[in-house]
């Protein structure tokens, strides 16, 4: 397994998103910006907020959610970044909140910034760090998802948010090194390694 060269947190630009659920990847990125000692500075070129720590980049597209893949596709083009380099933080409806899971390629469960990005880089071969935010229904609620994403967490889901948050930067030894299998066991006690894309 390769160690990322590129980590980037999904999220919509915009105070008034900041504090909602479809906005965890953009706040997993700013912890481990702040452990790295990375600024987080706009870069027109790569259509976001992006710093550099040695050989690795963090990127916070500033595209809105759905065109995520333009910020993904112009760094990993313009730095030669594989797509088994690069690992996407994001909101996972199909995960409780504050669940983790790790996994390489895959489908994109109808995440319209997984969906840019796959077709960006045409491929569905890139790392994914799922960050449960869980689905209304199965939290007993009205909402639409499209507004449920929208809006922020509900206090009762605020703490096992946060702590999947701490769990995540306690596992990021192992992330930098591309130990894949190594953090998800860390995160969440799985007896098996993430599941690799099948390249056939």
């Known amino acids: 397994?390769?160690?990322?060269?590129?980590?980037?947190g999904l999220g919509n630009p915009g105070p008034e998103y900041e504090a909602t659920r479809h906005n965890v990847g953009f706040w997993l990125v700013d912890r481990i910006a702040a452990e790295l000692r990375v600024e987080l500075a706009v870069q027109s070129k790569f259509y976001g907020k992006a710093g550099r720590c040695g050989e690795l980049w963090l990127l916070q597209?500033?595209?809105?959610?759905?065109?995520?893949?333009?910020?993904?596709?112009?760094?990993?083009?313009?730095?030669?970044?594989?797509?088994?380099e690069i690992l996407v933080i994001h909101d996972e409806l199909d995960l409780a909140p504050g669940a983790i899971r790790v996994k390489q390629g895959g489908g994109t469960?109808?995440?319209?910034?997984?969906?840019d990005i796959q077709a960006k880089l045409g491929t569905p071969n890139?790392?994914?760090?799922?960050?449960?935010?869980?689905h209304p229904r199965t939290l007993?609620?009205?909402?639409?998802?499209?507004?449920?994403?929208?809006?922020?967490p509900?206090?009762?889901?605020?703490?096992?948010?946060?702590?999947?948050?701490?769990?995540?930067?306690?596992a990021l030894?192992?992330?930098?090194?591309?130990?894949?299998?190594?953090?998800?066991q860390q995160l969440h006690g799985a007896s098996h390694p993430p599941k690799a894309a099948s390249r056939d």
């Open 1 to 8: 397994m390769l160690a990322p060269r590129l980590i980037v």
């Open 61 to 84: 597209p500033t595209t809105f959610m759905n065109r995520s893949g333009q910020a993904v596709a112009a760094l990993a083009n313009f730095y030669k970044i594989t797509p088994d």
């Open 109 to 115: 469960g109808g995440h319209n910034g997984l969906k």
């Open 126 to 134: 890139f790392w994914r760090l799922r960050l449960g935010i869980g």
């Open 140 to 152: 007993g609620l009205a909402q639409q998802v499209a507004d449920f994403v929208l809006h922020q």
């Open 154 to 170: 509900r206090k009762e889901e605020v703490p096992a948010i946060d702590e999947a948050l701490h769990r995540c930067q306690l």
């Open 173 to 184: 030894p192992r992330f930098l090194a591309g130990d894949y299998a190594s953090a998800q």
